[in-house]
Every structure is written in structure tokens, then in C-alpha cells.
T-cell receptor
Framework: GAGVSQSPSNKVTEKGKDVELRCDPI?????LYWYRQSLGQGLEFLIYFQGNSAPDKSGLPSDRFSAERTGGSVSTLTIQRTQQEDSAVYLC??????????????FGPGTRLLVL | GDSVTQMEGPVTLSEEAFLTINCTYT??????LFWYVQYPGEGLQLLLK?????DKGSNKGFEATYRKETTSFHLEKGSVQVSDSAVYFCALRRAAGNKLTFGGGTRVLVKP
């Protein structure tokens, strides 16, 4: 079946511009996660959505970052007024959700963002 | 807070050599532990996992044992192949939480 897909695969933008990154999770997966992979910081958690619950935004680095998930499926990560330090690979993952055990997270190929 | 420490790379090996990548963690409670692998040009894939102390995860010839007493989850493979060249990430997830906390990654290069 189809895996997690992300678009665009690459994005080059100028400092100060806004960008939107899209994630399509695996069908039926109610949990969705955004991570960032950068040279200086490694792999960092950004935000987590589960069903209709309030998202866990504890990993967002600043208020320039926001994310939404419409209809419990597709998610968009928005970065406003981009800075050069936002350059990174943004990874999306999805999983089933269980109270009893942590379900495996499946990752998309990522969006490579370069802020000039 | 939670943290994962793994050996820095790159690790360069010859084919059929023995591979060990050390991973230790700090977390409250009893987290689940994971190894993810990122092959060149590809996304992160789950390699193996263990959810409780003394569990052994295994896949594709790789093994790792959850050692609560030493807070470790070292990855091993007895005979590596060129196709094992990749970046390997150790990660944990707290039982009560859902996000993954990753180590810094270890690049492995296997030469023929």
C-alpha cells in the first residue's frame, strides 16, 4: 500500500518568506507527527496530532511555526518569515494509535528546505 | 528530559566484519526502544524495536537487547554487507508519550 507522502520534496525560499509543507499519512493512521532533521540539532520532534485531541505542540521552536491537520488526514506545516536556521529536512510520520502499546511510526521521504 | 546518546561516526568496515553501534538512554519510567535506518536517498525506516527490559529486537541480521540495568540498546550485526551502508538512529519513546527522541545518528560505511 501507499506510504507516507510529502510535498514538495525540495523547497528553496528567500529569508522572510512563508512556506507550507504538506504531509499525506498512511490511510487509517490516526496519529501524525512532524520532525525536523538538521545538521546542528539532529532529529527533533516538532508536533503531534492524534484524532480529535488537541495537538502536542511542545517541540515547535518558535511561534513562526504552526501546523494543522484537516479532516484527520492531510497535515500542513507552515513556517512564517523563514530564517536561514530553518533550513533542514522536515519529516512527517504516521502511525496507528493504541493505549496499550506504542505503534510503529512510518516516515515519509521528507521535504528538504533551504532558506537563502 | 529524555535523551539518547549513540556513538559518533562514521564507522568504516570491510564486508563480513562485525558491527556494533552503542546506544544509551536517559528517560523516566520504562520507554520503548527503537533502531531506525536511513539508506542513502531514502526515508527513515524502522529496523527493530524492543518494548520491555531484556527483550531482543531483531531484523535483517541485526539484533539489539534492551538492557535496563545499563540503560543501553546496542545494535549488532555479525557480518555486514555493502548494502548495510546507511545512517542508523537509536530512539526511545516513553510509555506515556508518543514522540520519538532520537540519538544523533551513526553513519556506517561498508567497503567491499
Amino acid at each position: 500500500g501507499a506510504g507516507v507522502s510529502q510535498s514538495p520534496s525540495n523547497k528553496v525560499t528567500e529569508k522572510g518568506k512563508d512556506v507550507e509543507l504538506r504531509c499525506d499519512p498512511i490511510s487509517g493512521h490516526t496519529a501524525l507527527y512532524w520532525y525536523r532533521q538538521s545538521l546542528g540539532q539532529g532529529l527533533e520532534f516538532l508536533i503531534y496530532f492524534q484524532g480529535n485531541s488537541a495537538p502536542d505542540k511542545s517541540g515547535l521552536p518558535s511561534d513562526r511555526f504552526s501546523a494543522e491537520r484537516t479532516g484527520g488526514s492531510v497535515s500542513t506545516l507552515t513556517i512564517q518569515r523563514t530564517q536561514q536556521e530553518d533550513s533542514a529536512v522536515y519529516l512527517c510520520a504516521s502511525s496507528l494509535w493504541s493505549l496499550r502499546q506504542p505503534e510503529t511510526q512510518y516516515f515519509g521521504p521528507g521535504t528538504r528546505l533551504l532558506v537563502l | 528530559g529524555d535523551s539518547v546518546t549513540q556513538m559518533e561516526g562514521p564507522v568504516t568496515l570491510s564486508e563480513e566484519a562485525f558491527l556494533t553501534i552503542n546506544c544509551t538512554y536517559t528517560a523516566t519510567g520504562y520507554p520503548s526502544l527503537f533502531w531506525y535506518v536511513q539508506y542513502p536517498g531514502e526515508g527513515l525506516q524502522l529496523l527493530l524495536k524492543a518494548t520491555k527490559a531484556d527483550d531482543k529486537g531483531s531484523n535483517k541480521g541485526f539484533e539489539a537487547t534492551y538492557r535496563k540495568e545499563t540503560t543501553s540498546f546496542h545494535l549488532e550485526k555479525g557480518s555486514v554487507q555493502v548494502s548495510d551502508s546507511a545512517v542508523y538512529f537509536c530512539a526511545l519513546r516513553r510509555a506515556a508519550g508518543n514522540k520519538l527522541t532520537f540519538g544523533g545518528g551513526t553513519r556506517v560505511l561498508v567497503k567491499p
